[in-house]
């Protein structure tokens, strides 16, 4: 996920998720069909004192369990650089940028493919 102050001008939102989507596929340890990513810009924001030129840019990413640590640590830090690539050259205040990566562990996550007349996603024990 990734939010973004919505006062940062000339941020293209669609552009960042879509950079952010394919280093993420170039590592060679995600599936593009596997990721979900969305964009929330955030109205009300206050960094700091509330100075009214600084913005914020955040991604929030969360991975399936299994990877390794050395991969793990660098990943935020690459995703960084690429945000950094997205920011629009003409704001004036700080933009403060970050990511979280955090692990989803198999008992914990369920999702579900819906196609018509197809069921994925799910233990073939539990069809029913």
């Given at each position: 996920m990734l939010q973004y102050s919505s006062s940062l001008e000339g941020f293209q939102a669609t552009d960042a998720l879509l950079a952010l989507n394919t280093t993420l596929v170039d590592t060679g340890r995600f599936h593009a069909v596997d990721i979900k990513s969305?964009?929330?810009?955030?109205?009300?924001?206050?960094?700091?004192?509330?100075?009214?030129q600084?913005?914020?840019?955040?991604?929030?990413?969360?991975?399936?369990?299994?990877?390794?640590?050395?991969?793990?640590?660098?990943?935020?830090?690459?995703?960084?650089?690429?945000?950094?690539?997205?920011?629009?050259?003409?704001?004036r205040g700080t933009v403060h940028c970050s990511v979280e990566l955090s692990e989803l562990y198999e008992g914990l996550y369920a999702k579900r493919l819906h196609r018509p007349g197809i069921l994925q996603g799910i233990p073939r024990g539990l069809w029913r």
């Open positions: 969305r964009a929330l810009p955030c109205d009300t924001v206050c960094i700091g004192l509330g100075s009214p600084d913005a914020f840019v955040h991604v929030d990413l969360r991975v399936m369990e299994g990877r390794e640590n050395t991969f793990l640590r660098h990943l935020p830090m690459r995703l960084l650089g690429v945000l950094k690539e997205q920011l629009p050259p003409a704001h």
